[in-house]
């Protein structure tokens, strides 16, 4: 049994938190679920057991046990290894965001997997407490608005977010909106500044370089269409998501899951989940 339901977050926060989820997996049977990689910064909490979590997939990562858990962007999937049930709520933050929550660029947290409480403190322990304490999901989603707001107001999130360079952000939001169909040199070009001068902005700042940035994107969408209930053929997601070919698809999709995807296809246990 599959639940799930999402909410956008209050309007204050929405620089900051794209979005929450609410999921409740069960019935399952016991595997690895490999995390895709995507635009935000991912938060969990885990309203049950402890999340058991790898940075990587197939790879010798090792697995640590999270209450909840923090992440950067990144280049690869996550492992999270379950017992066939989850419960727990994700939130997905922006680049903006690792700023204005945690006092730091998201390149700092690219690539890595962190205790929450490690980057909040005592509001992340609280933020916790109170999560599994609510009894609905609009209760905890209520909480996720009050609690994460009071981060953004307690006083040196302001200067954090003022300093990411406009262009960066510009950069960023170029290439969301074209879903990493957009050369760099013409992102770099809307700017002003050099190829180069981007990329070493934009990974200082993201932790990814923009080409690396624009493949997340388009896996990213590539992997919504594998997961619609009405799945596509494999060259259908190609062509939609702009790869060149369904062997480029394929490229792309081993670096980021360790699997090619017909392979990922038949051993994702919550394929269909959410």
């Known amino acids: 049994m599959v639940t799930g339901i999402g909410a956008r977050p209050a309007p204050a926060l929405r620089r900051y ?8 997996l069960r019935g399952f049977a016991a595997g690895v679920h490999c995390g895709p990689p995507s635009r935000t910064l991912t938060a969990v909490i885990s309203l049950s057991d402890p999340l058991e979590v790898a940075a990587g997939v197939g790879d010798g990562s090792p697995v640590t046990r999270f209450g909840s858990v923090a992440g950067g962007l990144m280049g690869r999937s996550v492992a999270i290894h379950h017992d066939g049930r989850q419960q727990g709520v994700k939130v997905a933050l922006t680049p903006l965001g690792a700023r204005a929550l945690y006092g730091m660029p998201a390149a700092v947290l690219a690539h890595r997997l962190v205790p929450l409480d490690e980057l909040l403190g005592a509001l992340g322990v609280e933020l916790a407490d109170r999560l599994r304490a609510a009894s609905t999901w609009a209760a905890r989603f209520t909480v996720l608005d009050e609690m994460l707001l009071r981060v953004v107001g307690r006083g040196p999130g302001g200067d954090h977010v003022r300093r990411m360079r406009p262009e960066v952000a510009e950069a960023w939001r170029l290439l969301v909106a074209a879903r990493g169909r957009v050369q760099v040199g013409a992102v770099a070009a809307e700017l002003g500044w050099s190829r180069r001068h981007l990329a070493e902005r934009f990974r200082g700042e993201m932790g990814l370089s923009p080409k690396t940035f624009a493949r997340v994107l388009r896996f990213e969408y590539a992997h919504g269409l594998a997961t619609a209930r009405d799945r596509l053929p494999w060259p ?7 790869y060149a070919d369904q062997a480029h698809l394929v490229r792309d999709w081993n670096e980021f899951t360790g699997r090619t995807p017909t392979a990922w296809r038949h051993g994702e246990v919550l394929l269909g989940g959410g």
């Open 17 to 24: 938190v794209d979005s929450y989820v609410g999921f409740d």
């Open 236 to 242: 259908d997601v190609a062509t939609l998501s702009g």
